[in-house]
């Protein structure tokens, strides 16, 4: 059997004809494209790290999305090199995509509730807040879940949906706290005097704020003791602390100063029989 080689090599040259163009420039657009998103990922990048108000967790989320709308824009116009229909294979992947939607309904809303978190910023990084019947530091803020490090040091990891569709307390969003105590001295002893030892407590801790000025005010005249609540001002980042040391050295202060804490006493008379 003699083989044509010159009908072979025409052959080649056809297929390097119609084809070779198409493979060149599908190569070129990926190779552009590959290019072009990463260097637009980038410099979004730089961009929102000037915006002063921008979370950090939210910047790269934005990037990533642009780079991957950019390579579907790329393989598109790859598929169109070569003739093939990309109006049916969008609405094939759109039904796809609509299946898999209504199979991950849970996901997704997972999802949803963390672009919103990141977005609406009810609470960032290094946050302490209450949330689900529950508290803790967000360590980190992702697309499904948020990590959570209790005060005891537990880490925890809650889905999105479960913060989103919840009461969020954020205490760290404001850079100051209101502190409220009570302290019951005894009916018997000097009200007013008793009203300055503890407003000077609060007058001596350093990280109590001088403005607004510290507060004792009287708040129940209970069955064994007259109640005076200490209401002050502190940061955020000590509003845990000062409470406990707050307590103790006015309880210290108090009894220093000759003053009585009462606690609750119950009188029992025995009535016996008269014979």
């Known amino acids: 059997m003699e083989i044509n080689f010159s009908n072979i090599i025409d052959l080649a040259v056809n297929i390097v004809l119609k084809y070779g163009l198409k493979v060149f420039g599908a190569i070129a657009i990926l190779i552009f494209g ?3 998103a990463r260097w637009i990922r980038s410099s979004v990048k730089r961009g ?11 910047r790269p989320l934005i990037a990533n999305i642009l780079w991957w709308i950019i390579i579907a824009f790329v393989c598109v116009a790859v598929l169109n090199q070569f003739g093939v ?3 049916s294979i969008i609405a094939v992947l759109g ?9 991950l309904q849970g996901t ?12 609406l910023r009810p609470f960032k990084i290094g946050d302490f807040i209450e949330a689900s019947s529950l508290s803790g ?10 990590e959570l490090k209790t005060a005891d040091g537990v880490y925890i990891m809650v889905p999105n949906s479960n913060l989103w569709n919840t009461n969020i307390t954020n205490y760290s969003r404001n850079r100051t706290k209101r502190i409220d105590l009570e302290i019951g001295i005894s009916y018997e002893d000097d009200l ?5 030892v503890l407003r000077a407590v609060m007058v001596r801790d350093k990280r109590i704020l001088a403005d607004p000025p510290p507060q004792t005010m009287v708040t129940e005249l209970a069955d064994s003791s007259v109640n005076i609540r200490l209401r002050c001002w502190c940061s955020s980042e000590d509003s845990w602390h000062v409470p406990f040391d707050l307590r103790k050295n006015a309880k210290l202060s108090i009894e220093e100063a000759g003053y009585t804490i009462p606690f609750q006493q119950h009188e029992i008379r025995i009535i016996g029989d008269s014979s």
């Open 108 to 119: 997704l809303s997972n999802v949803a509730a963390g672009a919103m978190l990141l977005i």
């Open 192 to 196: 007013e005097g008793a009203m300055d």
């Open 85 to 87: 229909q990309t109006t």
């Open 34 to 36: 590959w290019i072009a």
């Open 137 to 146: 530091l967000v360590m980190d803020i992702g697309l499904f879940t948020s």
């Open 48 to 58: 929102l790290a000037k915006i002063p108000w921008m979370d950090g967790t939210l």
């Open 95 to 103: 039904a796809a995509g609509l299946a898999v939607g209504l199979a």
